[in-house]
């Protein structure tokens, strides 16, 4: 069945890679705009101690908006947390007032006296206030389907907000509400079973998905917190609200999380002590648009997905290269096998991570293309992750505390099967320089230290993800692996990248099940079942990933290495140079990173228009 989809999506792209490439040309600029001189520091800023007049230099360049952005990022988080209550209406209506307050005071600046790097940070946060508008839109139409599974949410959310008013609470009133609270709650959860009872554990319920019903759970939750700091406020400091409220309350909470549980069990189908289903919630076409916006990505969902098969074609050609070289002809698979096999007892795997990042510091500092500040190399260390979130991310996770998924005593047989094989010492090969350096924990280090309030307006994926993604590509391109099983494991990750596009864009647009995501995972991208279900399970919905977070490897890499070809293949600037404008510059779209470098003149009603995309060629 996979393979059938391989085929009809080969088929988009000879429909659609022709107008891909044509859009390029059509798009490039007639000529590269300047170098900007303004980004570049004198060295010293990355020793340790810091040359203080490196930094003093850096700080004459920074953009002249930044407090405005530091300004509407706190203001928004402040709102926030004083409107507490997720789908409120009084949460939607202050966070849209304020942001169109904000679109206001944009439109009223003067574009044209802001240096370039505010020029940058206007437009990123334009777009930022315009996805949080429609991301308000989004949360108010799941209030609205959520709505049947929560009748009740309006009057515990009231008690919470009269409070945060400052308005005086009736002791008498609040305990009535309370007991009608846990009246109606105890209805609905004794409906919902009787319901179970004559369907054989499974509810359906028109216009009522898993979903759906899944997020209900989730908020039910969240008002079941909000309700326990509202009662804590007043309970045994008011004793007029104790002698009236305690026992109505006593009542309310157990309901709640009763109801919990009886819409997980029959309404999502998480069984107590059976295996949790992949709930997803995909955001479609609509959905897409905003987050394809936001990120500055000018293709459309079709046209990313032509780009991850077209990809993926070019690496299951070298993954065939590499098989034939260890002796299994073209049968990939077999390779990947191979390297899965040779995973260490349990117990060990820590001490290859060490192994593999030593070597790969010492092979970036030879190629000499990034400037590392000493001070990185040191104080990154090692933790175990959890069996709880393995489940969620089955391999390890970088930092400033990287975090190694390897089986524990406490999963099943076929569980530590699967953890080891996954996790073996050539599939973590390439993913140790993605998760610390130059991946994602130096991006952490220089990004808290260097234009951090671009981060905290918008982490955006394509930064994030694609620059470390976009380092493996570096990396093997000029013979990292120390063997073909080191590159096997390489290969395992970029194939992986390619097919996140495919799967997760087809999920999103409602093309795919999520069953039939893990099916491709595990046929056409050589995942141990366990792993695809997690990988999944975290693309799948959106409260845990943003829609577009899997494309960000491959797209976002793909961004960087076009830049890199414009830039310094072009001799433009030098590798060191562009790298290290890019660390320093801050968390942006990639777009605005190369308007950034290259000066590029702005408007302030600028759009995304870089067609970036190139097929991947040679060895």
């Keep these: 069945t996979m393979r059938k989809f391989i085929v009809h999506l ?89 942001h169109r307050a904000w679109q206001k005071r944009l439109k009223e600046l003067d574009f044209d006296a802001l240096n370039h790097e505010g020029k940058i940070d206007y437009i990123a946060l334009r777009n930022r206030i315009e996805y949080d508008l429609e991301m308000l839109k989004l949360a108010e139409r799941r209030a609205v389907q959520m709505a049947p599974l929560i009748p009740f949410g309006d009057q515990i959310r009231l008690l919470q907000e009269n409070r945060h008013d400052r308005k005086r609470v009736d002791p008498k009133t609040a305990a009535a509400t309370l007991d009608g609270v846990a009246k109606q709650v105890i209805s609905l959860t004794n409906t919902l079973i009787a319901e179970a009872k004559e369907t054989d554990g499974v509810v359906v319920r028109s216009g009522v998905s898993s979903n759906t019903a899944w997020t209900a759970a989730r908020q039910i939750q969240h008002l079941q917190s909000v309700l326990k700091d509202y009662n804590t406020f007043y309970d045994g400091y008011d004793p007029i609200y104790s002698w009236w409220a305690r026992e109505p309350y006593s009542r309310v909470d157990p309901a709640l999380k009763n109801y919990v549980a009886a819409i997980d069990e029959h ?56 098989s034939r070289d260890m002796g299994y002809g073209n049968n990939w698979k077999a390779a990947l096998e191979h390297a899965k096999n040779q995973a260490l007892p349990p117990g060990e795997g820590p001490w290859p991570i060490f192994e593999i ?29 959890t069996p709880e979130k393995q489940i969620i991310n089955p391999f390890f996770t970088g930092g400033e505390v990287t975090r190694v998924s390897y089986p524990t005593d406490g999963m099943t047989h076929q569980e530590k099967l699967m953890s080891l ?59 990292l692996p120390r063997s073909n099983s080191d590159k096997v494991g390489m290969l395992f990750w970029r194939l992986h990248r390619a097919n996140r596009i495919i799967f997760s864009l087809n999920y999103q647009l409602g093309n795919w099940t999520t069953e039939q995501a893990v099916d491709f995972l595990v046929e056409e991208g050589g995942f141990e079942l366990a792993n695809a279900e997690a990988e999944v399970r975290r693309s799948a919905m959106a409260s ?76």
């Excluded at 092979?363 to 992750?385: G, H, N, S, Y």
């Excluded at 991006?443 to 694609?466: D, V």
């Design 421 to 479: 094989r996954g996790n073996s010492p050539h599939l973590n090969f390439g993913s140790v320089m993605h998760e610390l350096v130059p991946g994602h924990y130096m991006q952490g280090f220089m990004t808290s230290r260097f234009n951090p309030h671009r981060g905290e307006l918008m982490r955006t994926p394509f930064w994030g993800e694609g620059w470390a993604q976009y380092w493996e590509f570096h990396l093997l391109s000029r013979g």
């Design 10 to 98: 080969r088929s988009i792209i000879v429909t659609l890679y022709p107008m891909l490439v044509l859009t390029v040309f059509l798009t490039m600029p007639g000529g590269l705009y300047a170098q900007n001189a303004e980004i570049n520091i004198p060295k010293g800023w990355e020793q340790d101690p810091p040359v203080l007049s490196s930094l003093i230099d850096f700080t004459k360049s920074e953009s002249n908006l930044r407090v405005a952005v530091k300004r509407y990022v706190e203001d928004k988080a402040s709102i926030k947390r004083r409107y507490e209550v997720l789908f409120s209406p009084a949460r939607h209506k202050r966070l849209r007032d304020f």
């Design 267 to 322: 309404l999502v189908g998480i069984k107590p002590e059976g295996k949790a289903p992949i709930v997803g919630d995909p955001v479609l076409a609509d959905g897409l648009r905003a987050d394809l916006g936001v990120h500055m990505i000018p293709y459309t969902p079709e046209e990313l997905i032509a780009i991850g098969v077209k990809e993926r074609d070019w690496i299951i050609n070298q993954y065939k290269m590499v």
């Design 544 to 619: 845990r990933y943003p829609p577009l977070y899997q494309v960000g490897y491959m797209i976002g890499a793909l961004q960087f290495r076009a830049l890199y070809e414009e830039l310094v293949e072009s001799g433009k600037m030098n590798a060191t140079e562009f790298h290290d404008a890019i660390i320093l510059g801050g968390r942006l779209p990639v777009e605005l990173v190369r308007a950034r470098l290259t000066n590029q003149p702005l408007t302030r009603d600028f759009r995304s228009n870089w067609h970036f995309y190139s097929p991947t060629t040679g060895n």
């Design 357 to 385: 990042q030593e070597y790969t510091e010492d092979f970036v500092e030879k190629l000499d293309m990034i400037t590392i500040p000493p001070l990185t190399l040191e104080i990154w260390r090692l933790a175990m992750q």
